[in-house]
């Protein structure tokens, strides 16, 4: 009940903000730190709206933030917005409770959070009701290209920097302390083969240095128990601005982290766990995802069953480190 008043007020204060043209709707402190850099540079030097559903601690006084508790709010908010422009993280929109506004015609740009392919890991047509979407790849922009085609829709393509990207780049650092970090993506079974146990066991046996970091989705869909963690005493950092320069390597499945480490050049090695794929459609398109492209041409892959041949494969690593250097690949777009 707390909520629903907190959730009035909140609403109210949002219709006085007449004179704001711009927002950002960024659900949680784990979307923010992708869109950071964005809103800051919006809001140099004008207002801007933050609309959340948790609080976000913001750090300049022209970032006005309402945090909705309620999906009813929630709804009714998007429903009745009055923003020229309305950026956003969240795919899906007039799929959820994310909608479009009724009462204005807002124009809603969507800006990445992953490398990842845009056909197979998420919904069918989250895409299509967007105005403008920012791609970051090469394989992104024939993706999208090709599905305007296929589709008839009408959204524009723009390529830009990957900021959250760009401003690690900018911390640069040769001295990681941790040798391995293990994180797997969501809705792959990596956690019904019981893959974490076996690294786990195998990475303490070698004495391997390592942290597993879940992804939020296996954590809210619960793919897995924090006791069994606790009990193996596996270190998890769930930290949201992850710093990338302290580990040597990463060991994944099919997390968009493989292409912000290789283009990081840092060594990635995965295991072959069931795919994951919001998508089936996919595969009627002619542009192949990059995670597949990759998996075959790139990275090196190791079945579950093999993990002692990938944890071999750790240690050559090991012993014959190279030196990680500063660049951008050309599978990301530098502008």
Same mark, same amino acid.
């Given at each position: 009940m707390i909520n629903f008043f907190l959730d009035i007020i909140n609403f109210i204060k949002l219709k006085t903000q007449k004179k704001i043209t711009v927002g950002f709707f960024c659900e949680n402190r784990n979307i923010y730190q992708y869109l950071k850099p964005y809103i800051y540079n919006k809001a140099f030097n004008k207002k801007i709206i933050l609309i959340s559903f948790e609080k976000i601690e913001i750090e300049s006084k022209n970032i006005i933030q309402f945090v909705f508790l309620t999906d009813l709010f929630r709804e009714v908010t998007f429903l009745t917005l009055s923003l020229k422009y309305l950026y956003s993280s969240t795919p899906g929109l007039d799929q959820n409770i994310f909608k479009r506004s009724k009462l204005y015609k807002t124009k809603y740009i969507y800006l990445q959070h992953s490398m990842c392919s845009m056909n197979m890991i998420y919904l069918k047509d989250t895409f299509n009701n967007f105005n403008a979407i920012q791609v970051i790849t090469d394989y992104q922009y024939k993706e999208l290209i090709e599905l305007k085609k296929k589709k008839n829709l009408n959204f524009k393509i723009f390529k830009s920097n990957y900021l959250f990207l760009k401003e690690k780049l900018k &911390?640069?650092? +040769? +001295?990681?302390?941790?040798? *391995? &970090?293990?994180?797997?993506?969501? +809705?792959t079974n990596f956690y019904k083969y019981n893959l974490h146990k076996k690294l786990a066991f195998i990475l303490k046996k070698k004495n391997i240095s390592f942290h597993f970091r879940p992804h939020p989705m296996s *954590? =809210? =869909? =619960?793919?897995?128990? /924090? +006791?069994?963690? =606790?009990? /193996?005493?596996?270190e998890i950092n769930n930290q949201f601005n992850l710093d990338f320069y302290n580990y040597k390597i990463l060991i994944s499945d099919w997390s968009g982290l493989i292409f912000e480490f290789y283009v990081l050049n840092k060594d990635v090695l995965l295991i072959d766990t069931d795919q994951k794929i919001l998508n089936k459609d996919y595969i009627l398109f002619k542009n192949q995802p990059a995670e597949i492209r990759f998996r075959k041409e790139i990275f090196k892959n190791f079945l579950p069953v093999d993990l002692n041949d990938l944890i071999n494969e750790v240690q050559n690593l090991l012993s014959n480190e190279k030196k990680n250097l500063n660049k951008i690949d050309k599978f990301y777009f530098e502008i």
């Amino acid at each position: 009940m707390i909520n629903f008043f907190l959730d009035i007020i909140n609403f109210i204060k949002l219709k006085t903000q007449k004179k704001i043209t711009v927002g950002f709707f960024c659900e949680n402190r784990n979307i923010y730190q992708y869109l950071k850099p964005y809103i800051y540079n919006k809001a140099f030097n004008k207002k801007i709206i933050l609309i959340s559903f948790e609080k976000i601690e913001i750090e300049s006084k022209n970032i006005i933030q309402f945090v909705f508790l309620t999906d009813l709010f929630r709804e009714v908010t998007f429903l009745t917005l009055s923003l020229k422009y309305l950026y956003s993280s969240t795919p899906g929109l007039d799929q959820n409770i994310f909608k479009r506004s009724k009462l204005y015609k807002t124009k809603y740009i969507y800006l990445q959070h992953s490398m990842c392919s845009m056909n197979m890991i998420y919904l069918k047509d989250t895409f299509n009701n967007f105005n403008a979407i920012q791609v970051i790849t090469d394989y992104q922009y024939k993706e999208l290209i090709e599905l305007k085609k296929k589709k008839n829709l009408n959204f524009k393509i723009f390529k830009s920097n990957y900021l959250f990207l760009k401003e690690k780049l900018k &911390l640069f650092k +040769n +001295n990681p302390k941790i040798d *391995v &970090l293990i994180a797997p993506t969501w +809705n792959t079974n990596f956690y019904k083969y019981n893959l974490h146990k076996k690294l786990a066991f195998i990475l303490k046996k070698k004495n391997i240095s390592f942290h597993f970091r879940p992804h939020p989705m296996s *954590v =809210k =869909k =619960k793919e897995f128990s /924090l +006791n069994e963690f =606790k009990e /193996l005493k596996i270190e998890i950092n769930n930290q949201f601005n992850l710093d990338f320069y302290n580990y040597k390597i990463l060991i994944s499945d099919w997390s968009g982290l493989i292409f912000e480490f290789y283009v990081l050049n840092k060594d990635v090695l995965l295991i072959d766990t069931d795919q994951k794929i919001l998508n089936k459609d996919y595969i009627l398109f002619k542009n192949q995802p990059a995670e597949i492209r990759f998996r075959k041409e790139i990275f090196k892959n190791f079945l579950p069953v093999d993990l002692n041949d990938l944890i071999n494969e750790v240690q050559n690593l090991l012993s014959n480190e190279k030196k990680n250097l500063n660049k951008i690949d050309k599978f990301y777009f530098e502008i």
